[in-house]
């Protein structure tokens, strides 16, 4: 069927079911021209609290849509595929996590855990957080508690560089970010000199050190926009430059392939497509089902990174 009509059936679907499109930005071009809002997982997750619609169907990974089914419980969340994992989530178990934290109970660790995990995972935490709001959050943990910090050991160790808090790095990576190399950033610095480089913190150590900036993919709009650089090099998950040369049309934008990938896609990201998000909307399934006991434990450190990052 040809996209326009796709798109058609998806708008009358979207009217029918009283329904929000949410996208993050690492989502196919035509996922994210179809949303009614696009952004990364922080923002997601406040809209998605707020939206007062029957349906939520949240083209992003699973763990995206929990978070919104978590913080708004009364509503219907459908994922257009409910596959869409990521590697971050399946690095650390929540059985693992609570072996862990049971056999090193006299510690009394304060849990800080990066949203992309599981429901388990959130609720054996304190406080959650984004790559958005890492660092603000982790400088208000307790000093008097040793922190774990779960599952990336990436982002984990670049807010402790940035903040100076001691933390316990859970041993946990993104596939898709742990697999830029020096050579393909030195490769791009060559053909685009003086291009600012951009990563995304789930990058390793030593692509941080060659980026220029470091941030979450929301706030690569905003500091390409604001810079007064023409050209940038962007190393994370290439579907924001899709949002970015949307959102940034005066400006160019070049993405860096990975060991793995040389358009650097997380295949977890695209398994949604426009005919999945059609047929979720038209059966209202797959639906994303939580047991609220666990619901409830999870929804208080999501809770408390919201309140700690207004
Ligand atoms: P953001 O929080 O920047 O949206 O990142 C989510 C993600 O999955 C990065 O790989
Ligand atoms: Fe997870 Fe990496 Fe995909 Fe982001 S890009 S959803 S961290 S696997």
Same mark, same amino acid.
């Given at each position: 069927?040809?996209?326009?009509?796709?798109?058609?059936?998806?708008?009358?679907?979207?009217?029918?079911?009283?329904?929000?499109?949410?996208?993050?930005?690492?989502?196919?071009?035509?996922?994210? #021209?179809?949303?009614?809002?696009?952004?990364?997982?922080?923002?997601?997750?406040?809209?998605?609290?707020?939206?007062?619609?029957?349906?939520?169907?949240?083209?992003?990974?699973?763990?995206?849509?929990?978070?919104?089914?978590?913080?708004?419980?009364?509503?219907?969340?459908?994922?257009?595929?409910?596959?869409?994992?990521?590697?971050?989530? !399946?690095?650390?178990?929540?059985?693992?996590?609570?072996?862990?934290?049971?056999?090193?109970?006299?510690?009394?660790?304060?849990?800080?855990?990066?949203?992309?995990?599981?429901?388990?995972?959130?609720?054996?935490?304190?406080?959650?957080?984004?790559?958005?709001?890492?660092?603000?959050?982790?400088?208000?943990?307790?000093? #008097?508690?040793?922190?774990?910090?779960?599952?990336?050991?990436?982002?984990?160790?670049?807010?402790?560089?940035?903040?100076?808090?001691?933390?316990?790095?859970?041993?946990?990576?993104?596939?898709?970010?742990?697999?830029?190399?020096?050579?393909?950033?030195?490769?791009?610095?060559?053909?685009?000199?003086?291009?600012?480089?951009?990563?995304?913190?789930?990058?390793?150590?030593?692509?941080?050190?060659?980026?220029?900036?470091?941030?979450?993919?929301?706030?690569?709009?905003?500091?390409?926009?604001?810079?007064?650089?023409?050209?940038?090099?962007?190393?994370?998950?290439?579907?924001?430059?899709?949002?970015?040369?949307?959102?940034?049309?005066?400006?160019?934008?070049?993405?860096?392939?990975?060991?793995?990938?040389?358009?650097?896609?997380?295949?977890?990201?695209? !398994?949604?497509?426009?005919?999945?998000?059609? #047929?979720?909307?038209? #059966? !209202?399934?797959?639906?994303?089902?939580?047991?609220?006991? !666990?619901?409830?434990?999870?929804?208080?450190?999501?809770?408390?990174?919201?309140?700690?990052?207004?």
């Amino acid at each position: 069927m040809a996209q326009g009509d796709l798109t058609q059936q998806i708008q009358e679907l979207k009217k029918e079911r009283n329904a929000v499109i949410l996208a993050h930005s690492y989502q196919r071009p035509e996922l994210q #021209d179809v949303a009614d809002f696009v952004g990364d997982s922080l923002a997601l997750a406040r809209y998605a609290q707020q939206a007062n619609c029957e349906t939520i169907a949240f083209c992003g990974v699973r763990f995206m849509a929990e978070t919104a089914c978590i913080l708004n419980p009364t509503r219907k969340v459908v994922l257009p595929d409910l596959e869409a994992s990521c590697s971050l989530e !399946l690095s650390c178990p929540a059985s693992e996590l609570s072996a862990f934290l049971e056999k090193n109970s006299e510690k009394n660790y304060y849990v800080i855990a990066y949203i992309n995990c599981s429901i388990g995972v959130k609720a054996l935490s304190d406080v959650i957080v984004t790559s958005g709001n890492a660092r603000r959050i982790v400088e208000t943990a307790p000093p #008097d508690r040793p922190i774990l910090f779960v599952p990336d050991a990436n982002l984990g160790a670049w807010v402790a560089q940035k903040t100076g808090r001691k933390m316990e790095l859970w041993d946990g990576a993104c596939h898709v970010h742990r697999q830029f190399t020096r050579d393909s950033i030195l490769n791009a610095r060559t053909t685009h000199p003086g291009a600012p480089v951009v990563c995304h913190p789930e990058c390793r150590e030593e692509i941080r050190a060659l980026s220029d900036h470091v941030c979450s993919t929301e706030q690569m709009i905003g500091f390409c926009r604001e810079s007064e650089a023409s050209t940038f090099i962007i190393v994370t998950e290439s579907g924001i430059l899709h949002r970015l040369r949307k959102l940034v049309p005066d400006k160019e934008f070049i993405g860096v392939g990975t060991e793995g990938c040389s358009c650097a896609e997380c295949e977890y990201m695209k !398994l949604n497509t426009l005919e999945k998000l059609r #047929d979720c909307l038209r #059966d !209202l399934s797959p639906v994303v089902s939580l047991p609220e006991e !666990l619901r409830r434990r999870a929804e208080k450190p999501l809770l408390r990174m919201l309140e700690l990052s207004q």
